[in-house]
């Protein structure tokens, strides 16, 4: 993953990062209670999991979603997170590796800024869509002259 | 059937939030012309005062930075006044004292079907963030497990100057 440090690296059809990623029932516990929710629930246990139709615990998809802006946040690192859109299409069991994937759709500068348009997808290792998603990043790069200056 | 409403519902009970023609829907499936009361939509909810506390923000990078599991972690030295990742709006607990809107309706559970996350100003340590979340619209919709049953809560987050920091929109799927 190549960090950003000026809008002229990035164009329409980059791919910002494309990895592989395994949620683990500890990491989910992690989660969880750091979200405070109620225990039981279907992201670590068994049984309530398969009442609501699971084969198992769950992986929490906002806990996906959350790595992606890290990701993100990575790939580009000055810049600001200012909208994000996510469907959540299937779930995902603990121990499943996934692939985790964001494309650039759009670059729009303007003076002194500039917002970049990405789609993302966490998707199963068949292809399979997961999580779908966009988000519009801001960043405060000035674009460079033609003598490379900013 | 009745689930065990919390204050707020209690306060917002009406005639039952869902009718078919007045039949009884307990243990039942749901059959067309299913009428929802939407008596709830467009009535606000608080979602409480919360103080963006360094620990906070340090266990939430973790996640953001996924890197497993705590002993693995270097943890990054946090202040007064750093930035938080918009995000972390949405790891606020504000939506546990939000009503059950479809009352009677035998779901399995309730999902989150999306989300979206605008960040309209930074956020920063030791900021109070105040939520109120508001229920927007109801609706169903088939899918190939039965009728699902959509609740769309938005919640703005305001800063201790006033200033409407985020906002979330959340459509909860109830689903058979």
């Given at each position: ?10 164009s ?45 615990p ?16 990575r ?13 959540y ?35 199963s290792?068949?292809?399979e ?11 405060p ?10 | 059937?009745?689930?065990?409403l ?146 769309v ?7 201790q100057?006033?200033?409407l ?11 058979q």
């Amino acid at each position: 993953m190549d960090l950003i440090t000026s809008i002229d690296q990035i164009s329409i059809g980059d791919e910002a990062f494309s990895l592989e990623r395994t949620i683990t029932l500890e990491e989910a516990k992690e989660y969880v209670e750091f979200l405070g929710m109620q225990r039981p629930n279907q992201f670590i246990n068994s049984e309530v999991a398969a009442n609501q139709g699971y084969s198992g615990p769950i992986s929490p998809a906002r806990m996906m979603v959350t790595e992606v802006c890290g990701l993100l946040g990575r790939w580009i690192p000055n810049s600001r997170l200012t909208k994000l859109e996510v469907i959540y299409r299937r779930t995902v069991p603990h121990n499943n590796p996934y692939r985790v994937s964001a494309v650039v759709t759009d670059v729009r500068p303007e003076e002194g800024t500039s917002l970049v348009d990405l789609d993302f997808r966490i998707a199963s290792l068949t292809g399979e869509a997961l999580i779908t998603g966009t988000v519009i990043l801001y960043l405060p790069l000035p674009q460079r002259n033609a003598r490379g200056q900013p | 059937m009745l689930r065990n409403l919390s204050p707020i519902a209690l306060a917002c009970q009406g005639p039952p939030h869902i009718m078919v023609g007045g039949s009884d829907l307990t243990g039942g499936s749901l059959r067309e012309g299913l009428e929802l009361n939407k008596s709830l939509v467009g009535k606000t909810f608080p979602g409480g005062s919360h103080r963006i506390e360094p620990d906070r923000v340090l266990k939430f990078r973790r996640f953001l930075d996924c890197v497993g599991p705590t002993n693995t972690y270097e943890k990054p030295i946090l202040a007064e006044g750093d930035q938080v990742h918009p995000m972390f709006l949405n790891h606020l607990s504000v939506r546990q004292g939000l009503p059950e809107v479809f009352v009677g309706f035998p779901h399995r559970h309730r999902t989150p079907g999306g989300e979206t996350l605008e960040s309209l100003a930074p956020i920063h340590i030791g900021d109070t963030i105040n939520a109120i979340s508001r229920l927007v619209d109801m609706y169903t919709k088939k899918g190939r497990s039965g009728t699902m049953l959509f609740a769309v809560w938005e919640t703005e987050f305001t800063n201790q100057h006033g200033k409407l920091v985020g906002r979330v929109r959340l459509p909860l799927v109830h689903t058979q």
